[in-house]
């Protein structure tokens, strides 16, 4: 059992850690790149019967599991605001993302033996930007995490018995249900067993309980939930396999990046003042296993051909435990200074990229309620209308069309929509999109701002019935309308 100290602490690092995600998850209340509305969608869908046509890649347990349940719960409590919501469908996520806190913890005082770096390794993964920034999103991959840390954790064991092994292989069987780019976790898994040694034939008993534990609980996760949800048994899997593996595709502006793109952008998700604590960590016993699971699983993500930072959220665990053995090594070496400095800047570092967050869309969300109070029964025209929530503010009586922003697109739907809705660098940019508007007779109706959030400006058909608002935000918060 941790000392009564190390208790304190700990308690006081995993609420302050969820105080603040919460916090975040309230304040920058737009959306980040559309998953996360996806996501949110389906959960509408199931909770409350919103109209929505998922997309067929997606295996639908987590929106199912955790957002449908927070949605309806909330719903009946009498919440109809849809802003809360969306806030109150990711404190699931929010908690899971301190049990990771915590799993970091025990992870590293089992395999470090030690309570001192493991507190550590627990403040160094929770003031990351990446796992405090997405943990207080609907971002699936903080599930993920908490699957192949409890993972981890079972495999710890040296002779923790089969059913170890095989529950360990079923949780990262719903780590790869939440997203299957993390079946690469298996490869960390197997290793660590085979290196445990004894004769071959027990080391590949040992590997095949693993893997009859992965398939078991990847028939139920997969099969059984795409065939409830899809109507076919991993049918989202094999249209995810032909999607991203056979036709090398991607739902981003940025299809592909090289191999190298994780190692060229390492000083964004990896404090550089932590590398000297990463190479001390091959002195200390223990922190070979945890190598595993951030260099195997790292070179794999590396050959896959799209690449985004938050794909990183698996190994951050284990680099957060790497360098906090490294780092109590070197205090133990004498180089206490040092080490205290070194980890006051790896702390801050690790927090720099905290202002993502601010990019989100909360101007478009702005202009999304103020068109649902005088919009419904009317479509819109919207670019990137992930951006505005789809159908999560402007509800199902108003027609929404997803506008790609070029002149010619542009021209195709004015005759269909009452309202349009662009990002003002685009107009900038393209003033051609302006003079279109007014050709056909639209007048600006609303201009939406939030801090460093794409400015939104309104346009409405002389038919529509012109809303006049401005919203601008103050220094830090902004003066939005209230959710509809």
């Known amino acids: 059992?941790?000392?009564?100290?190390?208790?304190?602490?700990?308690?006081?690092?995993?609420?302050?850690?969820?105080?603040?995600?919460?916090?975040?998850?309230?304040?920058?209340?737009?959306?980040?790149?559309?998953?996360?509305?996806?996501?949110?969608?389906?959960?509408?869908?199931?909770?409350?019967?919103?109209?929505?046509?998922?997309?067929?890649?997606?295996?639908?347990?987590?929106?199912?599991?955790?957002?449908?349940?927070?949605?309806?719960?909330?719903?009946?409590?009498?919440?109809?605001?849809?802003?809360?919501?969306?806030?109150?469908?990711?404190?699931?996520?929010?908690?899971?993302?301190?049990?990771?806190?915590?799993?970091?913890?025990?992870?590293?005082?089992?395999?470090?033996?030690?309570?001192?770096?493991?507190?550590?390794?627990?403040?160094?993964?929770?003031?990351?930007?990446?796992?405090?920034?997405?943990?207080?999103?609907?971002?699936?991959?903080?599930?993920?995490?908490?699957c192949i840390l409890l993972a981890a954790l079972l495999l710890g064991e040296r002779d923790g018995g089969r059913w170890r092994e095989a529950l360990a292989g079923g949780v990262l069987a719903v780590a790869f249900a939440v997203r299957y780019s993390e079946g690469i976790f298996l490869l960390p898994a197997f290793v660590a067993l085979w290196l445990r040694g004894g004769s071959v034939p027990r080391r590949i008993g040992r590997c095949a309980v693993l893997l009859g534990g992965f398939l078991a609980f990847a028939l139920l996760t997969v099969g059984l939930v795409d065939g409830l949800t899809w109507g076919h048994p991993f049918s989202s899997l094999a249209a995810f396999t032909r999607y991203t593996l056979v036709d090398r595709r991607s739902s981003s502006l940025v299809v592909s990046q090289p191999w190298y793109w994780f190692f060229w952008r390492l000083p964004k998700w990896l404090p550089i003042t932590l590398l000297p604590f990463l190479w001390r960590a091959r002195r200390v016993p223990g922190a070979a296993r945890a190598a595993l699971f951030l260099v195997l699983p790292l070179l794999a993500l590396s050959g896959i051909h799209h690449k985004e930072l938050r794909y990183l959220q698996g190994i951050l665990p284990f680099v957060a435990l790497l360098a906090a053995a490294g780092a109590w090594s070197w205090w133990?070496?004498?180089?206490?200074?040092?080490?205290?400095?070194?980890?006051?800047?790896?702390?801050?570092?690790?927090?720099?990229?905290?202002?993502?967050?601010?990019?989100?869309?909360?101007?478009?969300?702005?202009?999304?309620?103020?068109?649902?109070?005088?919009?419904?029964?009317?479509?819109?025209?919207?670019?990137?209308?992930?951006?505005?929530?789809?159908?999560?503010?402007?509800?199902?009586?108003?027609?929404?069309?997803?506008?790609?922003?070029?002149?010619?697109?542009?021209?195709?739907?004015?005759?269909?929509?009452?309202?349009?809705?662009?990002?003002?660098?685009?107009?900038?940019?393209?003033?051609?999109?302006?003079?279109?508007?007014?050709?056909?007779?639209?007048?600006?109706?609303?201009?939406?701002?939030?801090?460093?959030?794409?400015?939104?400006?309104?346009?409405?058909?002389?038919?529509?019935?012109?809303?006049?608002?401005?919203?601008?935000?103050g220094l830090t918060m902004p003066r939005a309308r209230a959710a509809p």
Not at 45 to 67: C, F, S
């Open 1 to 146: 059992m941790p000392a009564n100290s190390t208790k304190t602490l700990l308690a006081s690092l995993l609420g302050a850690a969820t105080l603040v995600r919460l916090s975040l998850g309230y304040i920058f209340f737009g959306f980040h790149t559309g998953d996360d509305v996806e996501i949110l969608q389906e959960g509408f869908l199931r909770a409350l019967g919103w109209p929505y046509r998922p997309w067929e890649i997606r295996n639908l347990l987590v929106p199912d599991a955790l957002v449908a349940p927070a949605v309806w719960l909330a719903s009946a409590l009498g919440v109809t605001s849809t802003r809360t919501l969306v806030w109150l469908a990711s404190l699931p996520f929010v908690l899971l993302a301190s049990v990771n806190v915590l799993l970091v913890f025990l992870l590293a005082r089992r395999w470090l033996e030690r309570e001192g770096p493991a507190l550590l390794a627990a403040a160094l993964y929770a003031c990351h930007w990446i796992p405090l920034g997405y943990g207080s999103t609907v971002y699936p991959r903080t599930v993920s995490t908490t």
């Open 332 to 473: 133990e070496s004498g180089r206490k200074r040092l080490t205290v400095a070194f980890c006051a800047l790896s702390l801050l570092l690790g927090l720099k990229g905290i202002g993502f967050l601010r990019d989100k869309s909360m101007a478009a969300v702005q202009a999304s309620q103020a068109l649902a109070k005088v919009a419904q029964h009317q479509s819109v025209a919207l670019s990137q209308a992930w951006a505005y929530g789809g159908n999560l503010y402007l509800r199902p009586a108003v027609s929404v069309f997803d506008l790609p922003v070029t002149e010619k697109d542009l021209r195709s739907v004015l005759g269909k929509v009452q309202w349009v809705a662009l990002y003002e660098k685009d107009l900038r940019s393209s003033p051609e999109l302006g003079a279109l508007l007014k050709q056909r007779g639209f007048v600006a109706g609303g201009e939406h701002r939030w801090g460093r959030s794409r400015p939104v400006i309104l346009f409405a058909a002389p038919q529509s019935g012109v809303i006049s608002t401005r919203t601008t935000p």
